[in-house]
C-alpha cells in the first residue's frame, strides 16, 4: 500500500495539527514495516509554509519518500484548486492519502482519502477564531463529510460532535484513535534553558497558542484572584506562540495589575517546554474547547497535577480521577482549585500520581496500530463517493 501523508504544518512554528501529524508519522515509521509512505510538505490551498525544508522528512529508509514541493503560493494554490490531469500520478499514484490539516482534496478519483478531525470549534463558537480560519476550517470539514473514504478523529467527543452536525455520514466510516505524549517522561531534560532562574516547583504553568478559546482573560482573572487572596505568589509562566487578539491578552494583564507576575515566553524548544511541565507548581488550561487536548495528556505524562476544564474532550482525556475539572466560564472556580493545590498538602502529589497512571493509557505506538487497520479497513470498504453518489 502506498500512502500519501500530509506533513504541511510539521515545519518549525507547528502546533497542535503540526504534531498530530509529526508524531503519528514517526511512530507509524517505526510500527510499520510493510507499507510505502510520500510525505506531502505542502498540502492544500490555504496553508503555506515559507520553510519546508523543515517539516518532517523520514530519511534513511526507501520506504519513505517527498512529495511536490512549490516554488511559491500561488503556484500551489493552483495545483490543489484547479488539480491537473495529472493530478494523482503527481502525488505518486497513492492507494491512500491522509489529509492532516483541514483541507480536504475533492478531486481524487483513485486514491481513497482518510481525513483526520481535530475539532469543531469553529461551529461551536465562530468568534474563537478569524473569519477566514472558520471558513477553511468549515469549508475542510464540510468537504470531509462529502468525500472523505473514512474519517480519524483525536477523541470520541470529536467523533459524536461531528455525528451530530453531519448526521448522513455513516457511523462506520468513523474512528477516535488515542493520542500520545511525544515525550520521553523517564528521560527528562536537566536544563531549563532560558528559564535557569526559575526553582523547580516555583511556578504554575499553562501552555497553548494564545487565542481566545484557550481562555487566558478568565486565567488571568482567575490567578488575580488567587494573588489577591494569598499576597505574594509565584509567577505564572504561559509557554505558547502568538495567537489572534494577542494585544486583548496583553491588555487584560495589566488591567488587572499582574503583568509583573505573568511571564509570557513565546514558542519554546521541545526541551525548554518538557522541562516546565516536569517542574511547574501545577498545570492549568481551563480551555474552552478542545478536541482532545495535547497539552494536557502531555503535563499528566510529566506527572504535574492538572487543572482543566470539565468541557468537551478535556474529562475524556484526563478520566475522572487525572486532574481537577473546573467550569472554564468561572474564573473563581479556577482560582479555588489552585487555592485547593496549595491548602489541601496531599492533593498535589495524589494528583500527580493519577496523572502518571492516566497517562499511560495513551501512546502514539497504539495510535500508529489503530491507524495501520483503519488504512486496511478503508481500502477494504467500498468508495464512500461511488456509495455516497448512489
Not at 503519528?24 to 490551498?45: K, R
Not at 505524549?181 to 526559575?198: E, H, I, W
Amino acid at each position: 500500500m502506498r500512502i500519501g501523508f500530509d506533513v504541511s504544518q510539521t515545519g518549525k512554528a507547528k502546533a497542535g495539527c503540526g504534531y498530530l501529524a509529526h508524531s503519528l508519522l514517526s511512530a507509524l515509521s517505526q510500527a510499520d514495516t510493510e507499507n510505502e509512505y510520500i510525505q506531502y510538505p505542502v498540502f492544500g490551498d490555504a496553508f503555506w509554509d515559507t520553510d519546508t525544508s523543515k517539516t518532517l522528512c523520514i530519511k534513511g529508509d526507501s520506504r519513505f519518500s517527498r512529495g511536490p514541493t512549490f516554488s511559491c503560493f500561488n503556484t500551489s494554490k493552483k495545483f490543489w484548486r484547479n488539480p491537473p490531469g495529472d493530478f494523482e500520478k503527481r502525488l505518486g499514484s497513492p492507494d491512500i492519502i491522509h489529509s492532516n490539516n483541514f483541507y480536504c482534496p475533492s478531486a481524487l478519483r483513485h486514491a481513497r482519502l482518510v481525513y483526520t478531525l481535530h475539532d469543531l470549534s469553529f461551529v461551536e463558537n465562530p468568534g474563537w477564531t478569524t473569519e477566514d480560519n472558520r471558513a477553511i476550517c468549515f469549508n475542510g470539514v464540510f468537504t470531509a463529510a462529502m468525500h472523505a473514504d473514512f474519517i480519524v478523529s483525536n477523541s470520541r467527543t470529536t467523533a459524536e460532535h461531528f455525528l451530530r452536525i453531519f448526521p448522513h455520514y455513516p457511523r462506520e466510516r468513523i474512528e477516535a484513535i488515542s493520542l500520545g505524549c511525544r515525550f520521553d517522561a523517564q528521560n527528562l531534560p536537566t536544563s531549563s534553558g532560558a528559564f535557569s532562574s526559575m526553582a523547580p516547583k516555583s511556578f504554575w504553568l499553562s501552555v497553548g497558542t494564545v487565542e481566545p478559546r484557550k481562555n487566558h482573560a478568565r486565567l488571568f482573572e482567575a490567578y488575580a484572584a488567587f494573588k489577591a487572596r494569598h499576597g505574594h505568589v509565584a509567577p505564572l509562566v504561559l509557554a505558547g506562540g502568538k495567537g489572534w487578539l494577542m494585544e486583548e491578552a496583553v491588555a487584560k494583564l495589566r488591567a488587572l495589575g499582574i503583568e509583573q507576575d505573568v511571564v509570557l515566553t513565546g514558542y519554546v524548544s521541545d526541551e525548554t517546554l518538557s522541562w516546565l511541565y516536569a517542574n511547574c507548581y501545577a498545570f492549568l488550561y481551563p480551555s474552552l474547547f478542545e478536541g482532545f487536548g495535547l497539552p494536557v495528556l502531555e503535563a499528566m505524562a510529566h506527572g504535574a497535577a492538572v487543572v482543566t476544564s470539565n468541557t468537551s474532550a478535556l474529562p475524556e482525556v484526563t478520566g475522572p480521577h487525572g486532574a481537577l475539572l473546573v467550569d472554564p466560564t468561572e474564573s473563581s472556580a479556577i482560582a479555588d482549585a489552585m487555592t485547593r493545590l496549595v491548602e489541601e498538602t496531599e492533593l498535589r502529589e495524589t494528583l500527580s500520581e493519577q496523572a502518571r497512571k492516566r497517562a499511560q493509557h495513551y501512546s502514539w505506538d497504539n495510535a500508529a496500530r489503530q491507524m495501520m487497520n483503519i488504512y486496511e479497513k478503508t481500502l477494504a470498504l467500498p468508495g464512500f463517493r461511488s456509495t455516497a453518489g448512489a
